[in-house]
């Protein structure tokens, strides 16, 4: 076990819907990560938050936001949902970014109807 | 051209097998992770490294940084190990962002 929780494990919804997709980091983890798995591109990385603030940004397209709240949780919000965009999502912790261990979640299935 | 390259795509073993696993990367690095995918989709982080050789148990990374070259070896592969293989490079210069391979499948059989 991680210590990483990702939730939901599974998401169905139609073209054109919003999601929220919700990461709570393994205790003591200040920075959170999020990529995306999809059968064609593989892991890619979407963005990178660091104690509440953005610290980097990857292939996030501009109808997903993400941010991460005090208690160090984070979120990913997924607007305008294409077919495309049906993938893994997962998220990822580690203590202070750099070059820290990684500590994945298990993933949150999305399908795109 | 991927800037991490993995070989091979595929790999089938018979138990208790040595394994090798390639991670070819085209950019300067400050670090480069290892992990394993489970059939059920999990990640499993097994090793970050910059430098030289770590090992756990029957895995053992290596890089050679002017090369631009890492291995993953498995030795007395086992059954259990069956799983698909990612090396993912982080770019020098302080950037956190991760280019992932394409993944090794490995299927090891009894």
């Known amino acids: 076990d991680s210590g990483v929780t990702q939730t939901p494990k599974h998401l169905i919804t139609a073209t054109g819907q919003r999601v929220t997709l919700r990461c709570s980091p393994r205790s003591g983890d200040l920075s959170v990560y999020w990529y995306q798995q999809s059968l064609d591109q593989g892991l890619q990385f979407l963005i990178q938050?660091?104690?509440?603030?953005?610290?980097a940004k990857g292939n996030i397209l501009e109808r997903f936001s993400a941010q991460q709240f005090p208690d160090l949780h984070s979120e990913l919000n997924l607007s305008s949902l294409e077919l495309g965009d049906s993938a893994l999502y997962f998220c990822?912790?580690?203590?202070?970014?750099?070059?820290?261990?990684?500590?994945f979640g298990n993933g949150t299935r999305l399908t795109v109807t | 051209k991927n800037e991490v390259e993995q070989s091979p795509q595929n790999l089938t073993a018979q138990e208790g097998e040595f394994i090798t696993i390639n991670c070819s990367y085209s950019?300067?690095?400050?670090?480069l992770h290892w992990l394993q995918q489970h059939p059920g989709g999990g990640i499993v982080s097994l090793f970050m490294?910059?430098?030289g050789k770590k090992k756990h148990g029957r895995l053992i990374a290596t890089i050679n940084i002017q090369e631009k070259h890492s291995s993953l070896h498995i030795t007395a592969s086992h059954p259990r190990d069956s799983a698909v293989y990612i090396c993912?490079?982080?770019?020098?210069?302080?950037?956190?962002?991760?280019?992932f391979g394409k993944g090794t499948k490995l299927t090891v059989n009894p």
């Open positions: 990822a912790s580690s203590v202070v970014g750099g070059n820290s261990p990684l500590h």
């Open positions: 993912a490079a982080k770019a020098q210069g302080g950037s956190e962002k991760l280019v």
């Open positions: 938050y660091y104690n509440g603030e953005e610290r």
């Open positions: 950019v300067g690095i400050s670090a």
């Open positions: 490294l910059s430098s």
